[in-house]
């Protein structure tokens, strides 16, 4: 089936690192993304892994995948004010172009 | 390069109306999806156009429709609407390759009274 979890609420310190972390259930799926939404705005692509990848790194943020277990995770080194958002994991399901979502966890980013 | 736009950006209807959504795609990307987005249900699929042609569809009503022109601009309609339509209708451009890399627009917020 299709599913993906994510934990609702993050809060950390400026300057601290976040871990974000998800889960999904689709064996089958192949890319992995994370995208970050602020207020009142669309969806921006953060970036995303291939399933036969453990880890990309793309400046300050770190993907982390374990396949066995099915978990995801995001880590932001340094976290920013400008940060703060909803951080969704995605899954590329294989009959198309669809990505399934997960519920989303707001990241708050405290000064 | 420009990114995918999408028009109105709000919207005000009755229920039993109708509505027609706009997006325009990336330069070059072939493929645009269609999510909504409430606080309920999240972010779910409404169906994907690649090359006029629907190539998926989640599980939504008939009333919601879409099409696809020769350009890749993009229209979906609802049909009849119920207040539970009422949501961020998110459109999203991709090469339509297995990568997959999909890029969102600011969406059409819709309120349904």
């Known amino acids: 089936g299709e599913d993906v979890e994510q934990s609702l609420f993050l809060s950390v310190r400026e300057g601290d690192s976040s871990v974000i972390n998800c889960t999904y259930t689709d064996s089958s799926s192949t890319y992995l993304y994370w995208y970050k939404q602020e207020p009142g705005a669309g969806l921006q692509l953060l970036t995303y892994?291939?399933?036969?990848?453990d880890m990309k790194q793309d400046q300050r943020l770190t993907v982390l995948l374990n396949k066995k277990d099915k978990h995801l995770s995001l880590r932001i080194a340094d976290t920013q004010t400008g940060d703060s958002a909803i951080y969704f994991c995605a899954e590329s399901i294989t009959d198309g172009n669809k990505l399934v979502f997960g519920a989303g966890t707001i990241l708050r980013v405290k000064s | 390069k420009a990114g995918v736009t999408q028009t109105p950006r709000y919207l005000i209807k009755t229920r039993g109306q109708q509505v027609t959504l706009s997006c325009s795609p990336i330069s070059g990307h072939r493929s645009v999806s269609w999510y909504q987005q409430t606080p309920g249900q999240g972010l779910q699929f409404l169906f994907e156009y690649f090359s006029e042609t629907q190539r998926n569809k989640g599980n939504f009503p008939g009333r919601f429709s879409g099409r696809q022109f020769s350009n890749s601009r993009s229209e979906m309609n609802v049909s009849t609407l119920e207040l539970g339509d009422s949501a961020l209708y998110l459109c999203?451009?991709?090469?339509?390759?297995?990568?997959?890399?999909?890029?969102f627009g600011p969406g059409t917020r819709l309120t349904v009274l």
């Open positions: 892994i291939f399933s036969n990848m």
């Open positions: 999203a451009s991709s090469l339509g390759t297995r990568t997959n890399e999909q890029f």
